[in-house]
């Protein structure tokens, strides 16, 4: 991943969670050129990475478990931090929510999932040192 992405404020990672997997690499390996690695999520469900050459660019994940039935499928989106323990202190003093709190992802880094006073969420993530 590029040192860039992983500076504090800058848009870092996007996740689709679908329904359909298949269909999904289908779709964007033939509109964008993307290729594929399967792995499993932190639920041990199936996860595909998402690159473009030699670039990791994003993820691809099945919703269900993940979000409410009602949510439809879409691209979630995440920002870099330096700390998501003093991230999450400062969303709530700001008037956001913890929707999940601080989590590990193996040999990624330490994320949560928030959601702003207008009801937005994304992610908050601060990367491992070796990422």
């Not at 330096?82 to 040999?107: C, H």
């Not at 999932?113 to 070796?130: M, R």
């Amino acid at each position: 991943m590029n040192g860039d992405l992983k500076k504090h404020g800058n848009f870092s990672l996007n996740e689709l969670l679908t329904t359909d997997l298949d269909s999904a690499k289908a779709f964007y390996g033939e509109l964008l050129g993307w290729t594929f690695t399967e792995t499993k999520n932190i639920y041990g469900a199936p996860y595909v990475v998402v690159h473009n050459g030699n670039n990791v660019v994003g993820g691809m994940m099945l919703k269900d478990g993940i979000v409410p039935d009602d949510v439809p499928s879409l691209w979630d989106t995440y920002i870099s931090v330096d700390d998501v323990d003093a991230s999450v202190k400062r969303v709530e003093k700001l008037g956001g929510e913890i929707i999940l709190p601080p989590t590990d992802i193996p040999n990624l880094g330490w994320f949560c999932v928030i959601k702003d006073p207008q009801g937005a969420s994304l992610n908050l993530i601060t990367y491992t040192e070796s990422q």
